[in-house]
Nanobody
Framework: QVQLVESGGGWVQAGGSLRLSCAASGRPDSVFAMGWFRQAPGEERELIAATSNDDPTYYADSVKGRFTISRDNAKNTMFLQMNGLKPEDTAVYYC?????????????????WGQGTQVTVSS
């Protein structure tokens, strides 16, 4: 089992920045891929960034060039640096971990989830 805890959410004005963190505990060595999802009210949960132990990285078009995903394997922590935030980035952000990369674009491809952290961007 792997436990994930997100932190770093909050309120920011448009154009501002936030850095989310996701700390993994338990059996983080069993994790091959990790991702950040977000879910706005009334919307489906969507993948915005993902990375794996083999270094392929994915970004959704909506965040490409503004968000950066990274991992500190020594601290079992994943980060999401969010720059140039827009009101449409407002959502609950979730980190997730997967044992395999094969289905990384789907929520079904992830085995473990954090509790979520709210990000609110005002115009």
């Amino acid at each position: 089992q792997v436990q994930l805890v997100e932190s770093g959410g909050g309120w920011v004005q448009a154009g501002g920045s936030l850095r989310l963190s996701c700390a993994a505990s338990g059996r983080p060595d069993s994790v091959f891929a990790m991702g950040w999802f977000r879910q706005a009210p009334g919307e489906e949960r969507e993948l915005i960034a993902a990375t794996s132990n083999d270094d392929p990285t994915y970004y959704a078009d909506s965040v490409k060039g503004r968000f950066t995903i990274s991992r500190d394997n020594a601290k079992n922590t994943m980060f999401l640096q969010m720059n140039g935030l827009k009101p449409e980035d407002t959502a609950v952000y979730y980190c997730a971990a997967a044992r395999y990369w094969s289905n990384y674009r789907s929520t079904r491809g992830y085995d473990y989830w954090g509790q979520g952290t709210q990000v609110t961007v005002s115009s």
